[in-house]
Every structure is written in C-alpha cells, then in structure tokens.
T-cell receptor
Framework: AQSVTQPDIHITVSEGASLELRCNYS??????LFWYVQSPGQGLQLLLK??????LVQGIKGFEAEFKRSQSSFNLRKPSVHWSDAAEYFC????????????FGRGTSLIVHP | DTGVSQDPRHKITKRGQNVTFRCDPI?????LYWYRQTLGQGPEFLTY????????KSRLLSDRFSAERPKGSFSTLEIQRTEQGDSAMYLC????????????FGPGTRLTVL
C-alpha cells in the first residue's frame, strides 16, 4: 500500500522568502504524485502533478516540484512567498491501475509573516 | 462550469440522528469521490462512483454509511445513527474520463455530532 509522509506540520516563512515543503512517499511502482493547497473554507485545489517525463514539474501560482526517485521525494518549492500563500498544503500519491485513488499526507500548514 | 458544490456546508446533529449530504459535481464529470477529513489530517478516501455505479468502498465506510448516485449526476452520502467519531469534514470531488485525472474538490460539509 502506498503512503505519504509530510514531516513538517507547520512551516513559518517571511513574505518574499523562498519556500520548500517536504514530501516523501512509499510506493512500489512508478508513483503518480500531486500537490494540493487548501485555504480555509475552500476545497482542495491542485497545484501540480507528476505522472512521468521531466522530473521538474511547474504548477500554478509560481510553484514547482521535483521528483527524486532515489530519495522517494516530491518536494514543493516557491522562490518568493506571498502572504496569500498561507494555507494547508497536501502531498498525495496515486496508485496505478483501476481507480487511481490518491493517498494524502497529513498536510503542512504554511504561515507567512509580513 | 460552476465547480463542485456541496450542501449543506455545516451540519450540527445529536448523536444517534441520521444525516444526509449532497454533492453536485461538475457537469459531465463521470467520476465522483467522497473523502473524510479530520482535524490535522489529510483527506481519507471513502468511496467513488463511475457514472451511477459505486465501484469502490473503503474499509472506513462502515455499515452506517451509504452513498448513492442514482442518475450519474449528483450524489448523496447518508450517515445513520451518527456517533461523535463521525465529526469531520466530508469532501466531494469529481473528475472526467478514465485513468488518472485531476480531481476537482468541493468546499466540503463540516459535520459536528454532539
């Protein structure tokens, strides 16, 4: 069974600083990987996804993530954080075949200081 | 395209009562998913439909839970004899097509069982 670990429950950064959110996955085959963002009162929104090909994936809102098979990681990055980026971020791994139901990590709460 | 909608947004009920939630997916999306999210955790898969057929149910979905999608459009999730442990955010998502596709999430229904 697949699993996802997001080791940081909270991350605090200053506005304008760079950001990296960590995600490690466990899955026997080629994983399908996702990053979602959830703002208060909002549904989850997909930031980016990796299925195959280029291991550096560009997403919306200036986010990118890099798939590193050797480290079983899919870390999310942004070069300059805006106050509006404060939210909960979830990494997910989708199993192949059939339904492709994603398994989510517990999330990382991003706090942005002015 | 008005997005995925869920109704109600909030529900407070007493232990032992039955509750029903509704999800309206993006029109023409053939897949519909239900998730449960508790505080400090990521969404956990409950069940999903392809058109009107319920194709998979999680072990989290006890006998007190039932979901329907009678005409392949909106879906309902009913919880009978609610327990305090059912208190959570119930999320609905939809996607178009087969294979691994982006899921679009609704804002969720927050259930509080007193």
């Amino acid at each position: 069974a697949q699993s996802v670990t997001q080791p940081d429950i909270h991350i605090t950064v200053s506005e304008g600083a760079s950001l990296e959110l960590r995600c490690n996955y466990s899955y026997g085959a080629t994983p399908y990987l996702f990053w979602y963002v959830q703002s208060p009162g909002q549904g989850l929104q997909l930031l980016l996804k990796y299925f195959s090909g280029d291991t550096l994936v560009q997403g919306i809102k200036g986010f990118e993530a890099e798939f590193k098979r050797s480290q079983s990681s899919f870390n999310l990055r942004k070069p300059s954080v805006h106050w509006s980026d404060a939210a909960e971020y979830f990494c997910a791994v989708g199993r192949s075949g059939g339904s492709y139901i994603p398994t989510f990590g517990r999330g990382t709460s991003l706090i942005v200081h002015p | 395209d008005t997005g995925v909608s869920q109704d109600p947004r909030h529900k407070i009920t007493k232990r032992g009562q039955n509750v029903t939630f509704r999800c309206d997916p993006i029109s023409e999306h053939n897949r519909l998913y239900w998730y449960r999210q508790t505080l400090g955790q990521g969404p956990e898969f409950l069940t999903y439909f392809q058109n009107e057929a319920q194709l998979e149910k999680s072990r989290l979905l006890s006998d007190r839970f039932s979901a329907e999608r009678p005409k392949g459009s909106f879906s309902t999730l009913e919880i009978q004899r609610t327990e305090q442990g059912d208190s959570a955010m119930y999320l609905c998502a939809s996607s178009l097509g087969l294979g691994i596709k982006e899921q679009f999430f609704g804002p969720g229904t927050r259930l509080t069982v007193l």
